[in-house]
């Protein structure tokens, strides 16, 4: 049977990171060596997927699992509310280091208090957030309602980097995983990059620690995000890499000096570029993101790319689907490289 091998220190968000992916062969163990852990994979994944995770493929014999239970499963049996309602629990939430934030279907929340205590209790988290409404105004603010448990700070490890947080105050969009990891994946040795929109340092952290970029301006306008990204920084020593601004980034200083712009941002994002095209060299790279209606891509993106490059050339390096945004709308990516 085909494997993913990974070190132990990486296994638990290989495997979430895969269970997220439903590419798990759930009817096999997982077999832990000691200094590695093999995870039997499905073929909804291939090769190059895996490899892109820097995980070793090998083949292997792990064995039936049919006496364990899926977390969902345990969830399920122990939930106390009416046969009918079992099919609307959850499936999906977000653990975040010790703290679980879940959405739950106005059906169930005459339940919230005994649900949320299994929740927490099988998936082990100190803390359970229910989601009350989505990200909201120009500090991408989330709407929680803490209902388990208490303390919403935590420290949330990703790709062997560590993110502390308060989930009630910032947001953390585990949604943005596969992006975060081609972000990881870019060879930026020796370039000078600027994250426009840093928060708590979802790009800036895996572009300065397994990108290796030179030096990286991370800029956020949110005093609370700022000041976790800052703790984030120290937490992963990159404090000679990580330069944190804190501010509007059209107020960074200074023309046509980074080798790579990322845009990281969803809602208003056209309206900073006319200060990426003011930062980046000829020659450098801008990463542009943006919602968009699935019909309307990728023209319109490219057209308020053109607007803003004037004279400059563009040329698009790549463009794709970051992740679904709401029904005939994504979120989406386009990278293109400037010269002028």
Sequence with gaps: MRMA???????????????????????????????????????????????????????????????????????????????????????????????????????????????????????HARTVCLETGGISGLHRTPQVEVVFGEGTETVHKENGILYKLDVAKVMFSSGNMDEKRRMSSLDCRGETVVDMFAGIGYFSLPLAMHAKAKRVVACEINPVAFGYLVENIGLNDVVDVVQPFLGDNR?????????????????????????????????????????????????R??????????????????QG?????????SHYVIDFRVDF
Excluded at 258 to 274: H, K, N, S
């Design 251 to 299: 107020d960074l200083p200074g023309k046509h000096w980074a080798d790579r712009v990322l845009m990281g941002y969803v809602g208003i994002t056209e309206q900073f570029l006319p200060k990426a095209f003011e930062l980046v060299k000829s020659g450098g790279v801008i990463h542009y993101h943006e919602v968009c209606p699935i019909d309307e891509f990728p023209e």
């Design 5 to 123: 091998s990974v070190s132990r220190d990486r296994a638990e968000d290989v495997r979430q990171e895969l269970a997220r992916r439903n590419a798990i062969e759930t009817d096999f163990r997982i077999i832990d060596n000691g200094a590695s852990v093999l995870i039997p994979v499905r073929d909804v994944i291939s090769d190059e997927e895996l490899l892109s995770m820097s995980l070793e493929i090998v083949e292997g014999s792990p064995g039936p699992r049919r006496l364990d239970r899926t977390p969902y499963d345990e969830i399920h049996r122990r939930a106390r509310v009416p046969e009918g309602l079992k099919g609307r629990l959850p499936r999906k939430w977000e653990l975040l280091g010790e703290v679980l934030v879940i959405r739950l279907p106005w059906e169930l929340m005459p339940f919230k208090a005994d649900l949320t205590e299994t929740y927490a209790d099988v998936l």
């Design 301 to 318: 993106p490219l057209r308020r790319i053109a607007e803003a490059a004037g004279e400059m050339k563009i040329k698009v390096l790549r």
């Design 321 to 329: 689907e970051v992740k679904s945004y709401a029904p005939a709308i």
